[in-house]
C-alpha cells in the first residue's frame, strides 16, 4: 500500500515563495508519474505539475515559470513543488498523486490517470 503526505502548505502574500513536499516510502517501480495537483473551493481539481521517474516535468501553462516540481528517491520518495511568485488565485489545497506506470514519455496532469491520492496541505496565497 502507498502513503502519500503532503506538507509544507501555509499562508503567504502576493508575490511571495512557498515549497509544498509529498513523501512516501522508497518507490521500486521501474516507472513512475507523480503529479501535483490543485482544488479550489467550488472548483474541480486541476493538475497543476507532473514529473516521470526519469526527471521529465510537465507544467500546466497557469504555473508555467513560476513552479517547479522535483524530486528525491533516496532513502524515501520525495517530490516537492516550489511555488514562486504566488498569486492569490493559486490558492487551495494542494495533492499529490502518483501512479506506477510503463510506456509513458510524459506523465498526464489528469486527476483520473493517477491512483494514489495524499490528504492534501492547504496553499493560502493573499493580495
Known amino acids: 500500500q502507498v502513503h502519500l503526505v503532503e506538507s509544507g502548505g501555509g499562508s503567504v502574500q502576493s508575490g511571495q515563495s512557498l515549497r509544498v513536499s509529498c513523501a512516501t516510502s522508497?518507490?521500486?517501480?521501474?516507472?513512475?508519474?507523480m503529479g501535483w495537483f490543485r482544488q479550489a473551493p467550488g472548483k474541480e481539481r486541476e493538475g497543476v505539475a507532473s514529473?516521470?521517474?526519469?526527471?521529465?516535468?510537465?507544467y500546466a501553462d497557469s504555473v508555467k515559470g513560476r513552479f517547479t516540481i522535483s524530486q528525491e528517491n533516496a532513502k524515501a520518495t520525495m517530490v516537492y513543488l516550489q511555488m514562486d511568485s504566488l498569486k492569490p488565485e493559486d490558492t487551495a489545497m494542494y495533492y499529490c498523486?502518483?501512479?506506477?506506470?510503463?510506456?509513458?514519455?510524459?506523465?498526464?496532469?489528469?486527476?483520473?490517470?493517477?491512483?494514489?491520492w495524499g490528504q492534501g496541505t492547504q496553499v493560502t496565497v493573499s493580495s
Open positions: 498523486a502518483l501512479r506506477p506506470t510503463l510506456g509513458y514519455t510524459r506523465c498526464p496532469l489528469e486527476p483520473s490517470f493517477y491512483g494514489y
Open positions: 522508497r518507490l521500486t517501480y521501474s516507472q513512475y508519474c
Open positions: 514529473i516521470l521517474r526519469d526527471g521529465t516535468t510537465s
